[in-house]
């Protein structure tokens, strides 16, 4: 158990549709960040939080818009939905003092119909 | 700007057999370098990573992996493959910020 958790872990929807995917960083980790998992494109780097500020952007679309609350929770907020948005997407945590240590969530799995 | 890029997307031994996978990597700085593991249906994570101190890294269970920088690889053995290490394996560098920029991804498939 890395300590980050996400939710849901399953989201079927329609094309066109908006989503909301919700992540708790370990405990005292300031650091968020998002990724996106699909076959076509493996691991991409979507965003970065560090308490409460956007740290550093990577591939995320223009639909899709994140932010992380006083209490370090991370929300990840995907609309007009399109079928090729379907993949896992993970949310991961670090303290910032070790760098690339991060602690993956076990994911979000978004299928759009 | 960093990137690694990881040989073969799927590895098959074994059990017993040695593990070699393959990364190498593309850094205008020197990098810092990381090898992820996802078993199936969970997060990555963390089995070693290279900072810059010795050349040779051990990670958690059993593996290492040896940093040439003339060769800009970062390869990752284990010297006898267990049923227990089929999985895919992600090499990463990082990047800006402490985000990290990973490979495709090899999938290892261990035989009995």
């Known amino acids: 158990d890395s300590g980050v958790t996400q939710t849901p872990k399953h989201l079927i929807t329609a094309t066109g549709q908006r989503v909301t995917l919700r992540c708790s960083p370990r405990s005292g980790d300031l650091s968020v960040y998002w990724y996106q998992q699909s076959l076509d494109q493996g691991l991409q780097f979507l965003i970065q939080y560090y308490n409460g500020e956007e740290r550093a952007k990577g591939n995320i679309l223009e639909r899709f818009s994140a932010q992380q609350f006083p209490d370090l929770h991370s929300e990840l907020n995907l609309s007009s939905l399109e079928l090729g948005d379907s993949a896992l997407y993970f949310c991961a945590s670090s303290a910032g003092t070790r760098i690339g240590e991060l602690f993956f969530g076990e994911g979000s799995r978004l299928t759009v119909l | 700007a960093q990137s690694v890029t990881q040989l073969g997307s799927h590895v098959s031994v074994s059990e017993g057999a040695l593990v070699l996978l393959r990364c190498n990597y593309s850094s205008s700085v020197p990098p810092y370098l990381f090898w992820y593991v996802q078993y199936p249906n969970q997060g990555l994570q963390l089995l070693l990573k290279?900072?810059?101190?010795?050349?040779l890294v051990k990670g958690i269970n059993g593996f290492e992996a040896e940093f040439k920088k003339s060769e800009t690889s970062f390869h990752l053995t284990k010297p006898s493959a267990h049923m227990s290490d089929a999985a895919e394996y992600f090499c990463a560098v990082s990047g800006e910020g402490g985000k990290l920029i990973f490979g495709q991804g090899t999938e290892l498939s261990v035989k009995p």
């Open positions: 290279y900072t810059s101190a010795a050349t």
